[in-house]
């Protein structure tokens, strides 16, 4: 599995948000200069993420991109693939070539699938939420919730 800079950008782009949740809309200009991302591409990153479910957009001055659910209610999981596309997906293009031994495909494609379960597992318990508590741990900022 390779992650993309889209992917590794839109990751980025959702943490700032979490960062910054219940601060009202935040622009696609804040988020560039906090994070170094290019802004044009920034801005595709964002589409895909309302497309996906995961921001909203509120036009005009005072606009900007807001978490479309808590950061909690958020999975890494959700977020990746709305990026980069299903994890792990099996290269379809190589269906023609059988191998000498049919076993040996099968026993591959388990260990593939058993990898992909065991990472989207791992992706879809960790929450927008979790990287912000470990963001901010690391830069000594605490929350306190009553």
Known sequence: ???SS??????RALLD?????GEGPIQSRDIHVRQAIDENYLNQILIV???????ESVRGPQGGHRLA????????LEA????????????????????AEPIDREVIREMWHETRAVLE???GALTIEELSR????RIGEVMYYI
């Open 80 to 99: 990746v693939v709305a990026l980069e596309g299903p994890l792990l997906p099996i290269d379809s293009g190589r269906e023609g070539l059988e191998p």
């Open 6 to 11: 889209k992917g590794e950008y839109g990751l």
């Open 49 to 55: 993420l309302r497309r996906a479910g995961l921001i």
């Open 134 to 137: 470990r963001k901010r741990g």
């Open 17 to 21: 948000l979490a960062l910054h949740y």
């Open 1 to 3: 599995m390779r992650i």
């Open 121 to 123: 597992a791992h992706l």
């Open 69 to 76: 659910r808590q950061p909690d209610q958020i999975t890494v």
